[in-house]
């Protein structure tokens, strides 16, 4: 069996920069390796993102959020993670789990019960070997999503979650840290407040220490 990386964290904390960087590393080394993300890591998981995402879509209820979601990791862990974990592949995948405990559970304030339940059910019990939380303050992960927003060739309109205010955002960076405090042999914690190079670095070695002890 292959092994599960998910890279975690807010809005603009680094985590599709650096798994793209890495994943780059990985083929450079020969590392066979798949790189994905939810939800939109199926076709039917982008469509489920246009209707999450869609900022005329503040009405949808929280309950819904999470089916949503979870209908998207199903089809995901079908479609992608189950194969290549059966063929021995290393997938890195942008958001997993962790984002719904974090998102819909301490951000949307869903029982954590409920949650873990439609977790499991929807991840087929599929969970990350090792996870990698992009830790950093709130108002820079924001500032660093606008901005991302608008280099765009066509600038992105601010999504639904991006359009949260700070206390959404900060009861996810804090619903992150907690699941990391429950977990601590899982998480690695990165402060993802530095220069792109630095964190990269880190993010490396954290792989490959983990691909030779498992090796
Ligand atoms: N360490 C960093 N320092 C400064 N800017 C960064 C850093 N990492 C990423 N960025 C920039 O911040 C924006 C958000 O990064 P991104 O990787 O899309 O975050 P996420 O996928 O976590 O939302 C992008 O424009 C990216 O180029
Ligand atoms: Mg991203």
Known sequence: MGKLI????????????????????????NVPSVVT???SGTGIGRKIGHILFNRDHMDICRETE????????????REVIMPALAQDKLVLCDRFSDATFAYQGAGRGLDTEIVKMINDFSSML????????????????????????????????TDRF?????????RI????????????????????????????ADVR???????????
């Open 126 to 157: 599929v969970r990350p070997d090792m996870t990698l939380l992009f830790d950093l303050p709130v108002e820079i992960g924001l500032r660093r999503a606008t901005e991302r927003n608008n280099q765009l060739s066509e600038p992105a309109a």
């Open 37 to 39: 993300q939810e939800p």
């Open 173 to 200: 960076r804090e619903g992150y840290l907690d699941i990391l405090r429950k977990d601590p042999g899982r998480f690695r914690l990165i402060d993802a407040s530095r220069d792109v190079d630095v964190i990269q």
């Open 6 to 29: 998910t890279f975690e964290g807010i809005e603009g904390s680094g985590k599709s920069t650096q798994i793209k960087r890495v994943a780059q590393y990985l083929s450079e080394k």
């Open 205 to 215: 070695r954290h792989i490959v220490d983990f691909i030779n002890l498992k090796a």
């Open 162 to 170: 991006e359009r949260e205010n700070l206390d959404f955002h900060t």
């Open 66 to 77: 999470l089916l949503l979601f979870g209908a998207a990791r199903t089809q995901h862990v």
